[in-house]
């Protein structure tokens, strides 16, 4: 099935689907998300704000919010149905790279462009901690599903781990011939994958930060997003 709105055409820059599979969001080049019906493809919101770029659009885990984060400096929290507020996550204009929640909601995490991961109280906006990153700007952030550990990527080609709720780093983990475009982490936090712009897939322990694997050419031109099964057995690429 084809989504697609506005009529003109539009850079969408990101996508997600709910955790029950029945909606998306859409982020776009104009600095709007979209929240879509699947089975219909109708539009059910239209959430306006940012005034750059939306660089990231996901839902949180019970699938009640939308978290966006954008070119403008801001994340933003999102109520899913129409007639919705907003709050606002900002620190100092940097560009937010992506906005991820927490399983249990409660702590939204950000990837900026200033070299920081920072953490938020989902429900008040108030920044909690400010996390250093490997290096250069940050290009994605990733939770494991039992919130016991967090991961970064950066354009630097490294990634780095933080065990939570403390903020300790674990580990800084190099490898990658050029950025790491995206960052994920299995469900019980005992491994890490990275996939770089080098078109190498990699695999870390997330309690040590030692290599165990790597893959590659993964793709032949690019690729944009890695994740794990809920197993930790599989990994998808795309």
């Known amino acids: 099935r084809t989504i697609s709105e506005p009529t003109q055409d539009v850079r969408v820059t990101s996508a997600a689907f709910s955790p029950d599979g029945a909606r998306v969001v859409t982020g776009d080049a ?10 219909s493809g109708r539009l059910l919101n239209l959430l306006s704000g940012h005034t750059g770029e939306v660089s990231a659009a996901s839902f949180n885990p019970d699938g009640r919010l939308v978290l966006t ?11 899913s149905v129409p007639g919705s ?11 937010v790279e992506e906005a991820v929640a927490s ?3 409660r702590t939204v995490a950000t990837a900026s462009d200033r070299g920081v991961a920072r953490l938020w109280n989902s429900a008040t906006g108030e920044l909690r901690a400010t996390l250093r990153g490997p290096g250069g700007a940050l290009t994605s952030v990733a939770w494991s599903r039992d919130g016991r550990l967090l991961a970064a990527g950066g354009r630097d080609g490294a990634a780095r781990t933080w065990a939570m709720p403390a903020g300790r780093p674990i580990a800084t983990l190099r490898g990658h011939d050029g950025p790491v475009v995206d960052v994920a982490v299995s469900a019980d936090a005992r491994y890490v994958a990275t996939i770089g712009d080098d078109l190498t897939l990699r695999i870390w322990d997330g309690r040590t930060g030692r290599a165990i694997s ?12 890695v994740d794990f099964a809920l197993s930790g057995r599989r ?4």
């Open 235 to 238: 990994i998808v690429l795309a």
């Open 103 to 105: 399983a249990d909601g």
């Open 85 to 95: 507020s907003t709050l606002e996550l900002r620190r100092g204009g940097e560009s």
């Open 214 to 225: 790597r893959a590659g050419p993964v793709a032949q031109n690019f690729v944009t997003s």
């Open 69 to 79: 984060g954008g070119r403008d400096g801001t994340a933003r929290i999102w109520e």
């Open 30 to 39: 104009n600095g709007d998300a979209r929240v879509f019906d699947v089975e």
